[in-house]
């Protein structure tokens, strides 16, 4: 069956530092792969997609690589602030335009 | 403001009761979605629909049925509520040329 993982431990980090999450799926063949923020209590936001034959993306202080032979993507927050802290979330887009979720990160940047 | 609007915000029911959730976009899209959200599950999908007086099933369509009359509008329709539904109800759209999703800020429902 399709699999989207994302690392369900809380990443702390403190403010400066870059943080970088995963995510690894199977039994998919995206075009491309996309990357969510949320907030508490709040819908996810978009933030970036990358396609398949895209190695990497940048916007700002965020990039994200994308592998389709380990079937991974990385997405990683440069100079982290804690106005970054949040649940990062993937997402891969399946057969009949739905997109399906992994389970978010949360990443708390420390002062 | 532009976006996705989900009506209502919060809301408890008694088992066995029926209610309609609403979101509404101001962005004319074409493709609109239901999700729910619960801890360790992630965001899993409901109903979506890929144009007016279309709807398809998702991952978990059991127990809810939806509507798509207007192109604005898409409602998520429970008619015998479950302690198994209590869960945070989310409504995304997007155009068939972009990818970004556009959510609303979602509905929390308890039901006892």
């Known amino acids: 069956s399709q699999k989207i993982e994302q690392n369900s431990e809380a990443l702390n980090i403190q403010e400066g530092k870059t943080a970088t999450l995963t995510c690894n799926y199977t039994?998919?063949?995206?075009?491309?792969l996309q990357w969510y923020r949320q907030d508490p209590g709040r819908g996810p936001v978009f933030l970036l997609l990358?396609?398949?034959?895209?190695k990497e993306k940048r916007k700002e202080r965020l990039k994200v690589t994308f592998d389709t032979t380990l079937k991974q993507s990385l997405f990683h927050i440069t100079a982290s602030q804690p106005a970054d802290s949040a649940t990062y979330l993937c997402?891969?887009?399946?057969?009949?335009?739905?997109?399906?979720f992994g389970g978010g990160t949360r990443v708390l940047v420390k002062p | 403001n532009a976006g996705v609007t989900q009506t209502p915000k919060f809301r408890v029911l008694k088992t066995g009761q029926s209610m309609t959730l609403l979101c509404a976009q101001d962005m004319n899209h074409e493709y609109m979605y239901w999700y729910r959200q619960d801890p360790g599950m992630g965001l899993r999908l409901i109903h979506y629909?890929?144009?007016?007086?279309?709807?398809a099933k998702g991952e978990v369509p059991d127990g809810y049925n939806v509507s798509r009359l207007k192109k604005q509008n898409f409602l998520l329709g429970l008619e015998s509520a479950a302690p198994s539904q209590t869960s945070v109800y989310f409504c995304a759209s997007r155009d068939p040329g972009d990818y970004g999703y556009t959510f609303g800020s979602g509905t929390r429902l308890t039901v006892v």
């Open positions: 039994n998919y063949s995206p075009a491309y």
């Open positions: 629909s890929v144009g007016e007086g279309t709807t």
């Open positions: 997402a891969l887009e399946s057969a009949g335009n739905k997109l399906t």
């Open positions: 990358i396609r398949e034959n895209e």
